[in-house]
């Protein structure tokens, strides 16, 4: 065989020693094949990387192949590393993802037609499902998962971050810092992370005896531009704190520009931290302090839990939730 020539169902028959139904059998998980050769033929797929052909799959399983996955934009770094994951993930089992992008409830409902509806996709992701009424426009009796928020109905699959641990491993690194006077910028409060991200920010200053100034935490919108506008503005009401937990990367970010912009040393005068980790961070002016997400494995997560509902509907469905890591550079210092 050609190091060239792509690997067919035939090849892999040939070096397993069985017929192309067989291995057709194996790649659709159906259970008129003995273990052992289940195993020496997906022992062989590994070995030659055969891949499926998506379309001659499609004919044999009486669906097609192709995977959908809403975001609410595809410009977001957080949501182009979720999607990046979720592609590799699908291909590895023969599937194909379709990407599109919904600003709006409206949009969605759009995209739903013309994918689901139309019979296009098989299955869907649903990326930050509450972030409008969006959620309330998904058909029912069809296989969906939800990323980034815990499903409200527990019969759809979910994955997220632990929003609320590592909000609250966040603040408690600043705590041990020295830290009393803590502000937080918020990403929009109807957005679950959001909410979660305030409920661990409260168990840290709750557990380490510090009242929380509802003054000191701003609202803002997950941008660069709200990290510096909540600055600017608890500067100008004299609220000026000794550390900001931003509840992302870039609103932390934005905080270190406003501060800069007053002539405020970080970290000498404000410690930062945010939450991701974006490529950015470490080369950012201080490197910043944050609570590191794999967002690439929440996204191969997610698609695996799509695949199990289609090939496994039998299986309860899962709900997933990823630990971050503190990854601590120059941007905190004790107080």
């Not at 055969?50 to 410009?75: D, E, H, K, Q, V």
């Not at 990323?147 to 408690?172: C, F, M």
């Not at 929009?188 to 100034?213: K, T």
Request: net charge negative.
């Amino acid at each position: 065989m050609s190091p060239r020539s792509r690997v067919t169902i035939r090849d892999v028959a040939a070096r397993a020693g069985v017929s192309h139904q067989t291995v057709s059998r194996v790649i659709n998980n159906s259970e008129r094949v003995s273990p052992e050769t289940r195993a020496r033929v997906k022992a062989v797929i590994e070995e030659l990387g055969y891949r499926p052909n998506a379309i001659a799959r499609s004919m044999s399983l009486g669906r097609t192949c192709m995977l959908a996955c809403i975001a609410p934009n595809l410009r977001d770094y957080t949501f182009a590393c979720l999607i990046e994951g979720a592609e590799a993930k699908v291909r590895e089992h023969g599937y194909f993802l379709l990407s599109s992008s919904a600003r709006d409830e409206e949009v969605f409902a759009e995209i739903i037609e013309q994918l689901v509806e139309s019979r296009r996709a098989t299955a869907l992701m649903v990326i930050n499902p509450y972030i409008d009424l969006r959620y309330t426009q998904l058909p029912k009796n069809f296989p969906y998962v939800f990323v980034g928020s815990r499903s409200q109905d527990e019969s759809i699959p979910s994955i997220k971050l632990n929003d609320e641990l590592a909000a609250y491993e966040a603040t408690k690194h600043l705590i041990k810092l020295g830290h009393r006077r803590i502000a937080m910028v918020t990403g929009p409060m109807v957005e679950d992370p959001a909410q979660d991200r305030c409920a661990g920010f409260d168990r840290a200053l709750s557990e380490a005896s510090i009242e929380l100034d509802p003054s000191m935490v701003i609202e803002g919108d997950w941008s660069g531009t709200s990290g510096i506008d909540a600055l600017m503005l608890l500067a100008e009401e004299g609220q000026l704190p000794t550390a900001v937990f931003g509840q992302n990367d870039r609103m932390a970010i934005g905080v270190i520009q406003a501060a800069r912009q007053m002539g405020i040393s970080v970290p000498k005068q404000l410690s930062v931290i945010g939450v991701d980790d974006i490529p950015l961070a470490s080369y950012f002016d201080p490197p910043l302090t944050t609570m590191r997400q794999d967002i690439v494995e929440i996204g191969r997560q997610a698609a695996q839990l799509l695949i199990d509902l289609l090939e496994q509907p039998e299986v309860m469905p899962r709900h997933v939730s990823l630990k971050a890591t503190l990854v601590i550079r120059s941007s905190t210092h004790p107080v």
